[in-house]
């Protein structure tokens, strides 16, 4: 079964088509939940609940608000168009809190208290690396929408964001390429993605590029102080500075960078961790002419995404803006409904089972065409986006699309 879908009003018959379609081959309301649901989870012959777990407050609240939005979404149209197996979709949602035991914490309430039948939800690897345990003991299902370091593959994880052969790797090759880039320092907030990604950045640096890492500095995640690191960066005169600070800590660090003269007629930038989310916080006359490497940027023109923008603002408002991880975090729900659908059932290994033969796609994402990889991560195309004054990015450059491969060889 292959998931195809838009949102103008003609698309949504059509996915409404092919949910009937779908009630035709066997998966209809009139299905017992004891068919669909032999492992006790929270399922009805009218409902099905999931979790939503995202940080709704903390340092990690200004990345993670849009995220829980767009899987709101998700979820509201898939309910529009009758919900899956026959059962509208409904949420209990959990915050985080920019904690990364509270994330096990209300993992294992979700998974063992209200027997969810599937998660959306973690932004930090960190985040994901707690609760990673919890869904591997209770045998539950997460789908995860951030960008982050790879190496790892679970069962019990969709990977809906891109790993670092589909980012890190991509966007080192394009600096070096396009601003001739041979200096690079590295600078992240301090927690195992923005280091494991630092690692592999400098392998790449120097064992592919043939360039030298002249600075590599961390600091606390939610720290707002960066003169030190700036200080060291204007002696050090690198031809990129290459960042992968986090959530909250983006206000002052772009502030502070142009406060002392750095900017983009000076200096190139490129960072793996600023999206339309952190923009809103950071200001766009903070860090235009600046780079970032993502899969989705807001002002991509496609009919399907500029359906997807318009059905987002109109739930949460004008001013709301979507960034990388608010698009994947999107795709979660729609790859979930169509694996369910697959196996026609909502325990967990046969849906992963479905997920792993390898032929659901979203022939209509808002990023454009993607593929879900045996491996739970998705085939997509990396872009860099130069930053803007209002805000938004122009796509300054697209990639083919890259085969997921979270265990690239020479990088672990």
């Known amino acids: 079964m292959k998931l ?12 409404a088509a092919l949910t009937t379609l779908s009630v035709c081959m066997g998966f209809s309301a009139q299905v017992s939940s004891a068919e669909v649901n032999t492992t006790g989870l929270a399922v009805t012959d009218d409902t099905v609940t999931v979790g939503i777990l995202h940080s709704l407050t903390g340092t990690m609240a200004i990345s993670e608000t849009g995220a829980q939005e767009a899987e709101k979404l998700a979820i509201k149209q898939i309910n529009d168009m009758g919900g899956i197996l026959g059962r509208k979709i409904e949420i209990i949602q959990e915050d985080g809190a920019s904690d990364w035991p509270t994330f096990a914490e209300k993992s294992r309430k979700l998974l063992v208290k209200d027997k969810v039948a599937a998660v959306f939800g973690c932004w930090t690897s960190a985040s994901r690396k707690a609760a990673l345990p919890v869904f591997e003991k209770e045998n539950g299902l997460l789908y995860y929408p951030t960008f982050y370091e790879g190496l790892e593959q679970s069962k019990n994880v969709i990977y809906t964001g891109q790993e670092a052969t589909q980012q890190i790797l991509d ?50 995640l939610g720290n707002t102080q960066f003169g030190s690191v700036i200080n060291k960066i204007r002696l050090k005169k690198p031809d ?12 002052a660090w772009f ?13 190139t930038l490129l960072t793996i961790s600023v ?17 970032s490497i993502m899969k989705y940027f807001q002002s991509q023109d496609n009919p399907n995404n500029k359906a997807f923008v318009k059905a987002f603002k109109e739930m949460w408002g ?12 999107y ?26 033969e390898g032929d659901i796609e979203l022939t209509t994402a808002p990023e454009g065409y993607v593929k879900l990889h045996k491996n739970h991560h998705l085939w997509s195309k990396a872009r860099v986006g130069e930053w803007n ?7 300054v450059y697209t990639s083919e699309l890259i085969e997921p491969n979270p265990f690239p060889e020479g990088y672990q």
Request: overall charge positive; glycine content about 12%.
């Open 318 to 329: 004008e001013d709301s803006v979507i960034g990388d991880v608010t698009q994947a975090a």
């Open 255 to 267: 502030k502070q960078l142009k406060a002392a003269g750095i900017t983009s007629k000076k200096q």
């Open 331 to 356: 795709l979660g729900p729609w790859l979930w409904k169509a694996a369910v659908e697959k196996a026609g059932s909502f325990d967990v290994d046969k849906v992963v089972a479905a997920s792993e």
């Open 171 to 220: 966007g080192l090759n394009w600096v070096a390429k396009e601003k001739k880039a041979k200096t690079f320092y590295l600078i992240g907030s301090d927690y195992i993605w923005p280091r494991t990604s630092m690692k592999i950045a400098r392998k790449h640096i120097e064992n592919v590029l043939g360039g030298k890492v002249v600075g590599e500095e961390y600091k606390p």
């Open 240 to 251: 990129v500075i290459y960042a992968a600070v986090v959530g909250g800590s983006n206000v």
């Open 4 to 15: 195809k879908w838009g949102f103008t009003h003609r698309s949504l018959k059509y996915a």
């Open 275 to 291: 999206t339309e989310d952190e923009v809103l916080g950071i200001g766009g006359e903070n860090l235009e002419g600046f780079y």
């Open 389 to 395: 004054k209002d805000g938004q990015a122009t796509v």
